[in-house]
């Protein structure tokens, strides 16, 4: 089993930047992918960012350029630094980790942190 906890998310004006942060407990696999998630309120919830153990990196166009995602191996931990943070960013941030096992994908989730961008 693993255990994801967020931390970082809060209140921040337009054009502000947050990092989060998300702490892995457990096993990790060099095979697991680690992911950002949000949902916006009133919405559903949408994939942002991802990052494979390797560092392979995929973004969301809108957060393309604006938007970090990196990954500490060694502490079990990975970041989202958000720059230029408008009011469309406005959500509840989730921590993700899919971990893959022939053709089962099993998906661990964090708390959630809330993310609140002030125009």
């Known amino acids: 089993q693993v255990q994801l906890v967020e931390s970082g998310g809060g209140l921040v004006q337009a054009g502000g930047s947050l990092r989060l942060s998300c702490a892995a407990s457990g096993t990790i696999f060099s095979t697991d992918v680690m992911a950002w998630y949000r949902q916006p309120p009133g919405k559903a919830r949408e994939l942002v960012t991802s990052i494979t153990y390797g560092g392979k990196t995929w973004y969301e166009s809108s957060v393309n350029g604006r938007f970090t995602i990196s990954r500490d191996n060694a502490k079990n931990t990975m970041y989202l630094h958000m720059n230029n943070l408008g009011p469309e960013d406005t959500a509840v941030y989730y921590c993700?980790?899919?971990?893959?096992?022939?053709?089962?994908?099993?998906?661990?989730w964090g708390q959630g942190t809330q993310v609140t961008v002030s125009s």
């Open positions: 993700n980790l899919a971990r893959q096992f022939y053709e089962v994908t099993s998906n661990f």
